[in-house]
Each structure stands twice: as C-alpha cells, then as structure tokens.
C-alpha cells in the first residue's frame, strides 16, 4: 500500500446537495450583526493513493457552519472529525460547508489503483433519500438526534378567558420562562430551545433526552395514565398512535412554567403531535389547553430536524449560574 | 500593547433602563440593547468556560485612554463546540476583538455574537446569528 503525504485540498465546483443547505438561525432581538462566514479549516485523507479493498480516512474541521456535508457516501457530518471510507474506484470526497455568506467547498481526492475515476452522480438526492424508518412492529421510528428550536412558533394569537390577565407575566419574546432560572422549562417549552434533543423509541415507550437542562422524558405507548399524578415541571406522559402519527397527551403539571408569557394552572394540558414525514424531519405539533386561563387552545408546530452528526452534549445550567444582577449594575 | 474601544455613535448613547427580569436571569437577552451593536478590542483578563454561559472578560482601553474591563457572555460550552470554538481557544493574555450588543444598564456588559482571535479567525458565538 501506497503512503504518500497527506493530499493538500483543493477547490472543486460542486452542486451542493439539498440536504446540506440550511436556513440561517432566526431570533436576535434587534438588527442582527454580520455572522462571521463559514471557514473550512482542514480537508485532508490518508493515504491518498491506494490498492483495491483498502482503506482511507477522511479528517476534516470548519467552523461557523450551519450545516456540513461529505459527498460522496458520507453525508453530513459535525464541525471536526474523521470517518473511514473504502473507495471501489478513485474518488473525489467534497466537503460542503454551508453558513452566513453560503456555501464553500473543499475536495481531495482517492487514487484507487487500476480504477477510472468515479463518475459524477446526477442530482438526485431527492431520489436517494432514504426512507422512513420502522419499528418492527411496523410503525414509524422516531429515533435519532433533533433540533427544534427557533423553527418552532405559536401559531395564531393567544386569547384569555375573562378575569385571567392577572395570569399574564412580563416576558419577552426568545425568553422561555424558568429556563432563565435553570429550572425545566415545560412542555413544550423544552423543544424549542436552541439545544438539540434525542429520541430513543422502542414499540412499547419513547425516551425523550434534551440537551437543555439535561432534562428526560418517559413516554409509555399504549397505557393510560395514573389516577393521581404528582404535579411535575414536564408534566406526565403518555402515547397512542393515530395512523403514522405519534400523540402524547401530557398533563399533570405544575403551575410554576410559561406558556406564551402567562402563568397557568394545574389543569394544563399538552396534546403533541410527532410524525415523522420524511427521514429527515418530524413535524410536531403542540396543542396546550388550560381553561381557566386560555379562552381557546394554543398550537405551537414547526419541524423537528434530524442531526445524525450530533450527540446531546453535557449541560449543567447550575454550574456557573451566579447572581447576574452585579454584572448588569453600572458603576459610572 | 495599543488597546483601542470600536464604538459606534449609537451605540455610546445606551438606552439606560432596567428590563424586568428576575435574578439570575442569565439567559436573558431582555437586559441588552439589540438595536446598538458594538465593537471591542481589548486583552483577555479571564474566560469561565462554564454552563450556563460561557464568560469573559477583557481590558479595553475606552475613549478617555483609560483601561476599563468589559464583561461578555457567549452561548454555552456545548453550542460554542458545535460552531467550532473549543474551550482551549481563547485565554488570558491574548488579543481579541469581540462583537455584540451592550447592556441596557450602561454597566460593560455585552452579550456577544462574534469573538475574533489574534490570528484573525472570526467565530460565531450565539445561535442567534
């Protein structure tokens, strides 16, 4: 086996794949400032040159990207890493990197001995998209890493029942209530933070992980809920399906979250909704109901995106949360 | 070392009024002014990098030719990886230059969305741009 130096990268025109496009975030509070552009600071493989049957790694890191992509037979990937591929033919691996001012690109390239090299795949990464997965009890599997975050809105306007603005709290819009506080932030308060979220689902019950607050979820399939359910931040969970989609009926709660800038009561309830619409992306919905505070029930929904690439990382909100108000004091 | 404060005119003017949030409301972008952004080079004195957020301050030398430290908050640890910072990246003593929007309170305070290192590599920050 050949082992030249590691092969310096080089540009490459390249159609970027659908999947490796992404929107720009969304949420700051006034005129946003320019984010600084994506950077590909590494593309490299070794060896570069091999026989029939070996081995190559592909090492890569950028940053400031919002999505990041290795085509071929990779697909997206996080910011740094290596992944190990074996070439049939000489091969061209393009990294895409997608953020504030588009997309950028850097490829190296595999030399395959005896091998012409690998044709150019024709756009079809609609057609390719793998599909649904299931369960083996053939419903749809949920599982993977997700980001909802800012994708997720309240549709529609909030209505109060007569008598309960003295419910309504001052808030702002981005803030999420106890979440200031390192305290759960609710249902579904939970899934619209910035912080990814990881589904585990098996036949009989849902594992829901986030990465905010290092908050979980047990969400039993097909049982009913207990008599008496102890008042609870995230409240208590349980799931049916209705065709292809996933309905968690959450109550339970506590009184002490925000829902759309007002407290509520005990008798919130949550309906949510995921189904799994492609392999990439759940479509959630919410629906909260508390009628002695909302005249009419409140939707939330937006997508879930899947992120193969990532894990749900460690997040201690207590672990610095010291006493902010001396910070924000002007002493001039 | 030549420390110089990039402040924009508007943004000297900072609206001087106190947002109605809680204690500890670290998440909060209700205390800052996002309709003034500014500029900062200075030195780092300090970084905690450290959930909830990760801070820092740094020494600016103001309009007055005088030092003056400046506190800033990014997105926390696990965010800051996933655009590419790692948490040896930036320490004392070194040179930056940092973006973002300032307190409303006056205090120097900003919450940052780009830090740029001495060899010249912006990173973005927060998840809001």
């Avoid at chain 1, 030249?4 to 490459?12: E, S």
């Avoid at chain 1, 689902?201 to 290092?214: G, K, N, T």
């Avoid at chain 2, 780009?114 to 973005?124: F, M, P, V």
Wanted: net charge negative; proline share 10%.
């Amino acid at each position: 086996m050949s082992h030249r130096p590691l092969l310096l990268p080089t540009l490459a025109a390249f159609a970027i794949p659908a999947a490796a496009q992404a929107p720009p975030p969304a949420g700051f509070p006034g005129r946003p400032p320019p984010a600084p552009p994506a950077i590909i600071r590494s593309l490299t493989v070794e060896p570069d040159a091999i026989e029939p049957g070996e081995s190559v790694e592909l090492r890569w890191e950028a940053l400031n990207t919002y999505s990041l992509f290795i085509d071929p037979d990779v697909g997206r990937v996080a910011t740094r890493g290596s992944y190990t591929v074996t070439p049939a033919v000489t091969t061209s691996y393009t990294l895409t990197a997608t953020g504030a001012e588009g997309a950028i690109t850097q490829s190296v390239t595999v030399t395959v001995a005896g091998t012409p090299p690998r044709a150019p795949a024709s756009d079809s990464s609609a057609a390719a998209a793998p599909p649904v997965p299931r369960l083996p009890d053939g419903n749809p599997d949920l599982s993977g890493v997700y980001l909802g975050g800012r994708d997720l809105r309240l549709v529609g306007a909030v209505e109060l029942v007569p008598g309960a603005e003295a419910y309504r709290i001052e808030t702002v819009e981005g803030d999420l209530g106890n979440g200031v506080s390192c305290l759960p932030p609710g249902v579904p308060a939970a899934t619209m933070m910035p912080f990814p979220l990881q589904i585990v689902h098996r036949p009989d019950v849902v594992a829901i992980m986030y990465e905010a607050y290092h908050l979980f979820r047990i969400v039993p399939i097909g049982r009913e809920h207990a008599d008496y359910l102890p008042p609870a931040y995230m409240g208590h969970s349980m799931a049916r399906w209705e065709g292809d989609t996933l309905v968690v009926d959450v109550r339970g709660f506590n009184d002490k979250t925000v829902i759309a800038g007002h407290r509520h009561t005990e008798n919130l309830r949550v309906t949510e909704r995921y189904r799994r619409a492609t392999h990439e992306t759940i479509e959630y919905e919410a629906i909260v109901e508390d009628p002695d505070v909302f005249a009419a029930p409140l939707r939330y929904a937006g997508p879930l995106t899947l992120h193969p690439e990532w894990e749900i990382g460690e997040y201690v909100c207590t672990e610095n949360d010291q006493d902010y108000d001396e910070l924000f004091e002007n002493d001039d | 070392m030549m420390l110089r404060a990039l402040m924009p005119s508007s943004a000297v003017a900072i609206v001087a009024c106190l947002a109605a949030t809680p204690a500890h409301a670290h998440h909060s972008w209700a205390r800052y002014d996002g309709d003034h952004v500014i500029t900062l080079t200075g030195v780092v004195t300090t970084v905690e990098w450290a959930n909830p957020h990760v801070l820092m301050t740094f020494t600016v030398t103001d309009e007055n030719a005088q030092a003056v430290e400046w506190t800033m908050e990014m997105d926390p640890p696990t965010l800051l990886n996933r655009y590419g910072l790692r948490h040896d990246a930036i320490s004392a003593g070194m040179e930056v230059t940092v973006t973002g929007v300032p307190a409303k309170s006056g205090a120097r305070m900003m919450r940052a969305v780009t830090i740029e290192l001495a060899d010249g590599t912006k990173h973005r920050v927060s998840s809001r741009v």
